[in-house]
């Protein structure tokens, strides 16, 4: 057995996500017919507490949907290109020993995900993007945002996710990771709900002021400053 959340799009303008902790019958192996077992079952112990409409946002989803939508195919602008989400996040990384480390964009993002260069630079103090330093606090703020802005930027993906409130990422572990794209697209979903999307996209500040971290929200306002073209 384990434990995976579930990400909801909360009906409170002050929360905007929910978040559910479901135990459920975890599928040993990492083949792709594993994953999606597992995320079989998390989905049907979902069910079980009434939590319906479940989209997995992963490689591993059985809808192409979620699969369009993982970060690794998911493709948001970079200096008027298109790069995966995992690639433009990975290359925006500044260390205390080096970094941004802009050529990471070009590659896989695998191999993006797993560049040395981002274990062996010391502690990541905070991100370098599209002229603006963003505070490594709020710690998943700065994904959020470039995950949301690719997603709006892809109308017909964007419409489907209508049908949706809940969404799940079986790759995501919370006692080894921090961001999430489905948590990513719970706080997108809350927004569009709620008509606030295009408010919050507006710029940095008006999201920070809506992003769902009640403890670090008091501070947000200050989390980034301009650094000039990059």
């Not at 010391?122 to 998943?140: C, M, R, V, Y």
């Not at 709620?194 to 920070?208: A, N, R, T």
Request: charged residues 20%; contains cysteine.
């Amino acid at each position: 057995m384990a434990f995976r959340p579930i990400f909801l799009a909360s009906p409170s303008t002050n929360d905007h996500i929910l978040e559910k902790n479901i135990e459920f019958e975890w599928m040993r192996g990492q083949s792709t017919m594993h994953k999606q077992k597992s995320i079989q079952n998390l989905h049907k112990a979902g069910h079980a507490v009434g939590i319906k409409s479940v989209l997995e946002v992963s490689s591993k989803s059985e809808d192409g949907l979620g699969v369009s939508l993982s970060a690794f195919n998911l493709c948001g602008i970079y200096d008027e290109s298109e790069y995966p989400v995992e690639c433009i996040y990975q290359s925006s990384k500044v260390f205390l020993n080096g970094g941004p480390f802009r050529d990471i964009v070009h590659f896989t993002p695998l191999e993006a995900k797993r560049d040395e260069r981002l274990r062996q630079s010391g502690a990541l103090i905070n991100f370098e993007f599209d002229g603006l330093k963003w505070a490594s606090q709020p710690t998943t703020a700065f994904y959020d945002w470039i995950y949301i802005n690719a997603v709006v930027k892809h109308t017909k993906l964007l419409k489907k996710i209508e049908q949706y409130r809940a969404f799940t990422d079986i790759e995501f572990n919370p006692k080894k990771q921090i961001n999430c794209q489905a948590r990513s697209l719970a706080f997108l979903r809350s927004l569009m709900s709620k008509g606030m999307l295009d408010q919050v996209l507006q710029s940095p500040k008006i999201f920070l002021d809506q992003y769902p971290l009640v403890a670090d929200q008091q501070g947000a306002l200050n989390l980034f400053e301009n650094v000039g073209p990059t």
